[in-house]
Structures are given as C-alpha cells and as structure tokens.
C-alpha cells in the first residue's frame, strides 16, 4: 500500500453516539489527502460537518469507521496516550477559539510551546514574532479575557502556529476580522505552508474562498466531501 | 467474623474488582475472538475503543483484587484471630477455615500471577501506537478467570467454615507439623535442610539473574527467572518457617510463619513475605516481557526496559528479604557465638 504524507482520510465516517438509527450521521465516506505545502479550504453550510471533520482530523473525536492517516500511520485509531503526544505536531484554531481568559497573550502562547522541548530563549523568540505577525505586540501582557473579539481570534492562530506546526486545522479562523487582519491571517496560514505544514480551514469567508493563496477547494454537501470550484491538485 | 471490618472490606474490594474485571473481560472476549487489525470498518474501530476502555477497567479490577488479597491476608495474619475461638494467629484462622483457607491463598496467588503478567503486558502494548498485543493481553486476562473464580469461591467458603467452626487449638496444628516434618520414615530428608538450601541455592541464581536482567536484558529466557523464582519461593517460605523464624521466636520448635505477622514479633512478615511476594511478581513481569518481545519484536525496545528495572526491584527484594530473614539470626550468632539449629 501506498504511504501517503500530510494528512489523508480513508472512507472516514462519523456519526454522533445514539441508540440504534438515532445515531445521527454527520460524515459519510470522507477520502481525500492533504498535502504538505498546501493549504485546504473546506466550505460547507452551517451544520454540514464541517467542524466535526476538523475534530476528527486533530484526533478530538474517534471515527465511526475508517481512518485518518499522518504520514501513513493510522493516528485516528491509535491510544489516547499517543493520539495526545501526535496531537502536539498540530496547531489547532477553534471556533470558539478555547483560550486561557485569565492569563496573558504571552501565557496563551507559552501553553503550546510547554509539551515540546524548545529552549526557554527560543520560546520566548517564537511567541514574540507570533505576536508581531498577530498584530498582537502590544497586547502581550494583556489577558485574554480583556481583548476584542478579534483580537482573541488572532491570538488563537498565533497559538496554533507558535510551535511551528505540521499540521494546521482551523475553523473560521477570518470571523471576526476585517479585511486587513483577515489578509495577515491568510498570510501566516500561507507563510506556514510554504514552510511544508498542511493546513486545512473550514470557513464560509469569500475573502478566504477567492484568496489565491488556497491551494484546495472542496465543499461538504450532506456529510460527503466533493472537490469545489477552484479545486487544484495538490503541488 | 462475619460483621469483623477487614472481612467488609475485604468483600468490597472482591465486589468491586468482580465487577470491573466482569466488564473488561467481556470485552476482552470480543478482543480476543474478533480482533482485526487490518479492518477499518465500524465494528473494528468500536473493538479498539473497548480494548482501551477493558484496559483502564481491568487495571482498576487489578487494583481492587490486589487490596482484596492484601486486606484476606492482613484477616488471617492479625485482624481475625482474635474472633476465632483458641486461635493466637494465623495458624489458627486457617485452621478454622479447612482446607478452603489454603486453597483460597493459593488460587489468589495464581490468579494475581496472571493479572500481574497481563499488566506486564498490557503497559508495554500502551507504548506502541498500533495495538500490537492487544490480542494477547485480552488472553492473558481471560486466562485469570477461573483462577479469580476459584479464589473468590473459596474466600467464601473459607470465611463461612470460620463462623461455624469449634474451638481450634494454634499450638496443637503447629507441634503436631513439628512431629511430622522432623525425621520420620516418610521423610528421609529433613524439610529444614531441604527448604535451607533450595531457598539459599535458589537465592543466588536469581541474584545472578537479577543481575544479568539489569546489565544485559533480554540475555536470558524470563521463563528461567520465573521458574527459579516459584521454586525458591516454596523454599523460601519453608525456610522461614523452619529455620529463620526460631530466631524472631528465639525457641527451637516453633515452625509458625504466621506469628511472625503478629505485632509482638513487630510484624516481620509483612517485610518478609512481602519481599517474596514482589520476587515472584517481578519474576513473573521478566517472563511476560520476554514472551511479549518474543512475539511482538517491535516491543523489543519496551520489553528490555521492563525486565531491566524489573532485575533492580527482584535484587532490592533479595536484599530486603535477606535482611527481614537472616538478620535476627545473624545478630544472634554475633552475640552467643552459637547457630540456633545446626543445618551443615
């Protein structure tokens, strides 16, 4: 068998726990790679799964069946144990962002880099240009619960890009900025592609779906994952 | 004895770990009939969930069944005797309870083997990612079910036969063993002796093994280990019955292990039985690492660091064991000048 790398989901299907056909069925029969060096987009309405893909791409949520592979290896159906220690090779934004409201943006940022075993200087290195390229320097000692909305959200990609992940998942990472930030969001999420990451967004933003930086378009329509408008291979 | 608080305890520790280990091994039986590693389908993938799920369970059921042993142990050797009529320790309760006691103490022993090899086991299939002997640890499981059952039943029973039993008599069970294992026709080798070498002799070689697991593990087969280990546990518990206990008691004849647990003798054989305890164990981990590497190379790695530390807990035990045994008899040659039984 072939091994891929980057990410790939093999005949993934996910429904949500239930008795018998109250299961719901959310995902169905998911297959498609995402590469290193690209970034993904996938589009949907609102409930289409979009958000439990992401889930099951970062090992959040188990599938029901089939798997999903990180370089040819079967993480989706590995151990909690090493599901968590792969997990620390992906950069996360949430929807609802999911950061530490009670401690500063630097903290926020100093939480991703603990697992790893970066230097203390070198931490300290990496949450400073995460937070230049957040637009974010001046609010470092800020808690996050003080900050704006989108500020928040530019905070929740610079944790999930400080530890220079492999693999970057995020949902509606553009929401709540305006045009200008939205831009540098779509420029970090592109300067970490072209470092090899595989990125994959799921958004609704037309500022995101005509950028030219997504390499892969693809729309879900009732739990199936279809090629979008737009779709390229992957380089 | 039946509203004594260690005998509650001691129930709901069983209670507990049935329970636990019921679930695990219903899921276990799925692993071991159904596992599919290659197959990525739904019933597969649910399969998997179990197996962590009956991992977790059983580990609790592990727990419990140990604190059960522990707690029936802690009855017999000094939380019992006292409601049993003309009992003084141990000897006593267990001659209250038949033939129940010691088969109740056997079939834990074999039954706790078991979990303790499957834990073995069961850890180092958490190092690897891919499940590799998720199969075997679901058998090994399975596998401590009768033996649990059995021990289970027989604590029962045990307990029972002690509520309805008339007076014993400690003493009259210990002198009679005494005039039965000391040199009659059917014995023409002294059980003292034998026991006193096999456990010294035995001792040794695990010590050299011990030490061969911690410089060059995976060197030698684990089964070794594990046999020498039994074998000289048998030795070693005779031995402390017949040779080493005389010094604690400081009479000739008076081949009790029991009254060694007792708080006069300061509990020694807490200590003493304990060290054992963690020997055989330990052994056992080195055989079930060693199996593990043997049939799933790509735990190799794993497997060598169990047996390795596992080498350093049998010879801090020895040590221990050692100590807790000889000591008093050491110290007692130091100041008379004199061996209390002359074994050479």
């Given at each position: 068998m072939e091994m891929k790398t980057g990410l790939e989901c093999r005949s993934l299907d996910f429904a949500w726990p239930g008795k018998h056909k109250a299961a719901r069925q959310v995902l169905t029969d998911v297959s498609t790679t995402f590469s290193p060096g690209t970034l993904s987009l996938i589009t949907g309405e609102t409930g289409a799964g979009k958000s439990t893909l992401l889930h099951l791409l970062a090992g959040l949520l188990r599938p029901t069946a089939g798997e999903v592979r990180a370089d040819g290896r079967a993480v989706s159906r590995w151990p909690a144990y090493h599901r968590d220690r792969w997990r620390r090779r992906v950069g996360i934004v949430f929807q609802h962002l999911?950061?530490?409201?009670?401690?500063?943006a630097a903290e926020n940022l100093l939480l991703a880099l603990l697992?790893?075993?970066?230097?203390w200087s070198g931490m300290q290195a990496a949450i400073r240009r995460q937070l230049v390229d957040a637009d974010l320097a001046d609010l470092a000692q800020t808690p996050a619960g003080e900050m704006s909305g989108g500020q928040r959200q530019r905070l929740a990609v610079a944790r999930a890009m400080v530890a220079a992940p492999r693999f970057i998942l995020a949902d509606e990472p553009t929401a709540f900025q305006d045009d200008a930030h939205a831009i540098g969001v779509i420029g970090q999420l592109r300067t970490a592609v072209e470092a090899g990451a595989a990125a994959v967004v799921c958004s609704q933003d037309p500022r995101l779906k005509s950028s030219p930086a997504v390499h892969q378009h693809y729309h879900l329509i009732s739990g199936r994952l279809h090629p979008g408008p737009g779709h390229q291979d992957p380089p | 004895m039946t509203w004594h608080p260690l005998t509650w305890a001691f129930w709901a520790a069983v209670a507990a770990g049935i329970l636990l280990y019921g679930i695990a091994a219903v899921r276990a039986m799925d692993v071991f009939l159904n596992w599919q590693p290659d197959c990525a389908e739904a019933h597969q993938l649910r399969r998997e969930h179990g197996a962590e799920i009956a991992s977790l369970l059983a580990d609790g059921s592990f727990a419990c069944f140990t604190a059960a042993a522990v707690l029936g142990l802690m009855g017999v050797a000094v939380g019992w005797h006292p409601v049993v009529p003309g009992a003084m320790c141990g000897t006593g309760v267990l001659q209250a309870m038949g033939s129940y006691g010691r088969q109740a103490m056997i079939f834990w022993g074999i039954g706790l083997a078991i979990l303790a090899a499957w834990r073995v086991l069961d850890r180092l299939n958490r190092r690897h990612p891919e499940w590799a002997a998720t199969r075997s640890a679901g058998r090994m499981l399975l596998t401590a079910a009768p033996f649990l059952l059995l021990a289970v039943y027989s604590s029962w029973q045990a307990l029972m036969h002690a509520e309805s039993v008339p007076a014993v008599s400690c003493c009259a069970a210990v002198y009679d063993r005494v005039l039965t294992s000391s040199g009659g026709p059917a014995y023409p080798i002294r059980i003292p002796t034998l026991s006193f070498w096999v456990h010294l002799i035995g001792g040794m070689v695990l010590m050299v093994l011990a030490i061969f697991e911690i410089r060059a593990a995976g060197r030698m087969p684990g089964a070794v280990t594990a046999a020498i280990a039994i074998v000289w546990s048998v030795g070693a518990s005779a031995a402390v019955k017949h040779v080493w206990s005389a010094y604690y008691y400081q009479v000739l004849s008076h081949p009790c292990p029991w009254c060694l647990f007792l708080p006069d003798y300061h509990g020694a054989g807490f200590l003493i039985f304990g060290c054992m305890a963690v020997i055989v164990m330990k052994a056992v981990a080195v055989w079930s690492a060693d199996s593990a590497c043997r049939r799933h190379p790509q735990l190799a790695k794993a497997a060598h660091r169990r047996r390795h530390r596992s080498g350093w807990r049998i010879t801090w035990a020895l040590i221990g064991f050692t100590i807790a045994a000889a000591g008093p008899a050491i110290a007692w040659r130091l100041s008379t000048g004199a061996w209390m039984k002359d074994l050479f």
């Open positions: 999911a950061l530490v409201p009670d401690i500063t697992p790893g075993s970066t230097s | -």
